[in-house]
């Protein structure tokens, strides 16, 4: 009765911890937007680009996905922002730093990827690094999102993974392709945010 009762106790002590340790700046909102937002530029691909092949094509297909990632990006780290300068105490300002520190190089990687891929014409190639970049960076922050982020991050490499290895490369540009990976899963991450934030309000 005591070790159950102390085993009890020891958990509780490491859920405290943990939400000490999580990091609360992502917006689940904001990336439930960038998620529609992927999935909008989908079917802009389908109606446009959506097997692309020819130069023009691919210089579309550039187009609509590197202007999907500035949206994306403009709209998660605006709401980081936010939260940053009326929100966060100093405690989490100093953890929104670290937070940065992990997922930098997962960012680097996938800019330098993108920038050699692009110079070798091997653009079929880019949607896998992507996948697989951002999978490696969720799960490099995994300690500091909510649980189920860490299914998330190994969806994200696996399907990284399966798309580099595929034997028609082309494949990988079909207009399904990015709406599935980052439409559906940004709409999983701000799902995962939004209950994250509802329970802990709930407490």
Not at 16 to 38: D, E, K, N, P, T
Not at 104 to 127: K, N, Q, R
Not at 130 to 148: D, I, K, N, Q
Not at 167 to 173: C, E, G, K, Q
């Amino acid at each position: 009765m005591e070790i159950a009762r102390a085993l009890s106790d020891l958990e509780e002590v490491r859920e405290r911890l943990a939400g000490c340790q999580r990091f609360h700046g992502y917006s689940g909102r904001a990336a439930a937007i960038s998620g529609w937002v992927a999935l909008a530029a989908g079917g802009v691909q389908r109606l446009l680009a959506p097997h692309p092949s020819a130069p023009a094509e691919l210089r579309l297909y550039l187009a609509i996905w590197l202007g999907c990632l500035a949206i994306g990006l403009a709209v998660n780290y605006g709401a980081l922002a936010v939260w940053y300068w009326r929100i966060a105490d100093d405690r989490e300002r100093r953890q929104t730093r670290t937070v940065g520190a992990t997922i930098l190089p997962a960012i680097s990687l996938s800019a330098m990827l993108t920038l050699a891929l692009l110079d070798v014409h091997a653009e079929a190639l880019l949607p896998g690094s992507w996948f697989a970049a951002y999978g490696t960076g969720l799960f490099a922050s995994r300690a500091m999102v909510p649980r189920g982020m860490t299914a998330v991050a190994c969806v994200y490499m696996l399907a990284g993974a399966a798309l580099l290895l595929l034997p028609n490369h082309a494949l990988a540009l079909s207009w399904w392709v990015m709406p599935f990976g980052f439409g559906l899963g940004m709409l999983w991450i701000g799902w995962l945010l939004a209950h994250e934030h509802a329970r802990e309000h709930a407490a």
